[in-house]
């Protein structure tokens, strides 16, 4: 099993410990800080390849961080807040995490949800090529960018993985719960808040951009989200 490097951004002592103990034993690398500044630090001088991040944290906050680190780095980032309401939750999304969970939690859980974010499935036989399709749009999910005419749009890991999911299928409707399982690798009864789906999808198609009816990827109703490019005569890909 490959071995990854885990930073820890949390200033409870008690909880670094228990997920440095836990994340160790099942073979990563794990970094620890204590606030916001020494985390962002160690996020862009060790390169870790996941980040865990507390949204209420001292000398500056997670989402701070968080917006600081998106402006250049894609590495996956798992926020853990206090905070039950939902806006807080979908702000944390919007604004590049990956994924988070709400304190407290079981650390087990935590670490299956870390190893689902770094998993990746899909053998590389399928993304040997890149993806494209009539007009400016080119899909290198290998190397996760989008290109648009002459503008390369970056993914993040996540973005990266939805986007391949839905494109190796295209005309095929997924539902939330379906790309839930295979984008995040959750049952629905371990992760029955479909809104993640939703905010990675708004994220994504703001970079695609477009109208709804000329986006590759959009909204299927009574569904979920279908992947449909243009066909060779300018058509929207009909629905299977």
Request: proline share 5%; hydrophobic share 45%.
């Amino acid at each position: 099993m490959k071995k990854f490097i885990v930073l820890v951004v949390d200033d409870d002592a008690g909880l670094q410990q228990v997920l440095g103990m836990r994340l160790r034993l099942a073979g990563h690398d794990v970094l620890s800080a204590l606030d916001g500044s020494t985390g962002l630090d160690l996020a862009y001088n060790s390169q870790p390849d996941l980040i865990v991040l507390d949204i209420m944290l001292p000398r500056r906050d997670g989402l701070d961080v968080l917006r600081t680190l998106r402006q250049t780095l894609l590495t996956p980032v798992v926020m853990l807040t206090a905070r039950a309401e939902i806006g807080d939750r979908l702000e944390a999304l919007s604004a590049g995490a990956d994924d988070y969970m709400l304190k407290p939690f079981s650390p087990r859980e935590l670490e299956a949800r870390i190893s689902a974010i770094l998993a990746d499935p899909v053998s590389d036989r399928l993304l040997a090529d890149a993806i494209e399709f009539r007009g400016d749009w080119v899909f290198d999910l290998r190397n996760c960018w989008i290109r648009k005419g002459d503008q390369i749009l970056r993914l993040t890991r996540m973005e990266y993985k939805l986007l391949r999911v839905l494109a190796l299928h295209p005309g095929r409707p997924f539902t939330r719960s379906e790309l839930l399982h295979q984008v995040w690798g959750y049952r629905v009864a371990q992760y029955a808040d479909t809104r993640v789906v939703d905010a990675h999808i708004q994220r994504l198609r703001a970079k695609l951009g477009g109208a709804e009816d000329q986006a590759p990827v959009r909204a299927h109703p009574g569904v979920g989200y279908i992947f449909a490019p243009l066909d060779v005569a300018g058509q929207q890909v009909a629905s299977k």
